[in-house]
């Protein structure tokens, strides 16, 4: 016997109603989801944390936003940070740092380096690409840099892998496009 349902209800559900795919599944199935979602999510903290223990610094990877360090680095490079307090700074050496009143660090290179008889160390820092040195981006009376600006240096780097992140916060309907895809593509995969 053949029987037939109302026309289009052999079709695929659309994302438009994932809530009744989840009202479908049992109890079980609904934790299970969830828990796989929390592991997924504490994973990738956990990762970040243990790189934030092992690196010593509190952002261990960054992106370069701005073109001021080509040749060395370009706008979408993706940095590898150490901030191991014992080393000292080095003119040459390209740090990150964060100025107070910005909320983004700043990739830069050593240019000068000053140590005074109680320890204490002070730089100044320029971007290779720019003409003059970063005392304009530092606030307002302050001429040099101390290690507590200091977020990382940098130790390697992924060329323009970081592009997705600057695309991204650039153009935000693309960010909402690839979340749209990746959604389709979840939907899609599930019901096949």
């Not at 370009?74 to 014992?86: A, I, K, P, V, Y």
């Not at 740090?95 to 290179?109: A, Q």
């Not at 892998?161 to 693309?174: A, E, L, R, S």
């Amino acid at each position: 016997m053949v029987r037939a349902g109302p026309v289009g209800s052999h079709l695929p559900t659309t994302g438009l109603d994932i809530f009744g795919d989840l009202r479908k599944m049992n109890k079980r199935q609904l934790y299970y989801q969830v828990l796989n979602f929390a592991m997924i999510v504490s994973s990738a903290l956990m990762i970040w944390k243990g790189l934030i223990v092992l690196t010593g610094s509190e952002s261990p990877i960054v992106v370069v936003l701005s073109g001021s360090m080509e040749p060395a680095f370009h706008r979408g490079d993706l940095l590898f940070l150490t901030n191991f307090r014992e080393d000292p700074i080095r003119a040459g050496e390209i740090v990150v740092f964060k100025v107070e009143g910005r909320d983004i660090p700043i990739v830069h290179r050593v240019i000068k380096v000053h140590e005074k008889d109680n320890g204490d160390i002070k730089f100044l820092t320029k971007g290779d690409n720019n003409e003059v040195d970063d005392r304009g981006l530092y606030k307002e009376g302050q001429n040099w840099l101390e290690k507590k600006d200091v977020v990382g240096r940098a130790r390697g780097f992924l060329p323009y892998v970081g592009m997705v992140t600057i695309i991204m916060n650039d153009y935000p309907k693309f960010k909402y496009a690839l979340l749209a895809v990746m959604g389709a593509y979840v939907l899609l995969k599930r019901e096949s």
